[in-house]
């Protein structure tokens, strides 16, 4: 049975970081794109940021680009984001997902995690 558990989520204040971890099992996902998406309350879920399988090749919303930062571990199973000077608007449930195609899109993800709450206060 695959499994994807996020970690990692909270409250921060505006300004500062928090790392998001994703750890999948059931299965090797090494050839499989990886991303994160988000839901604020009252808004539709929206991409944030992909990785393809190998790592070489990522991409970013261009809300949180230049401030987020995704990675994977194909060894762990895992893949990271690093979320720094953190805003309000960055409040939301972020969730893992995995694609067998890069670029990841929402449409087409395989597997989702079940979501971990990130609250940003001003």
């Known amino acids: 049975q695959v499994q994807l558990v996020e970690s990692g989520g909270g409250l921060v204040q505006a300004g500062g970081s928090l790392r998001l971890s994703c750890a999948a099992s059931g299965r090797t996902f090494s050839t499989y794109a990886m991303g994160w998406f988000r839901q604020a309350p009252g808004k539709e879920r929206e991409f944030v940021a992909g990785i393809s399988w190998s790592g070489s090749n990522t991409k970013y919303a261009d809300s949180v680009k230049g401030r987020f930062t995704i990675s994977r571990d194909n060894a762990e199973n895992t893949v990271y984001l690093q979320m720094n000077n953190l805003k309000p608007e960055d409040t939301a449930v972020y969730y893992c997902?995995?694609?067998?195609?890069?670029?990841?899109?929402?449409?087409?993800?395989?597997?989702w995690g079940q979501g971990t709450q990130v609250t940003v206060s001003s």
């Open positions: 997902a995995v694609d067998l195609v890069y670029p990841i899109r929402s449409s087409r993800v395989d597997y």
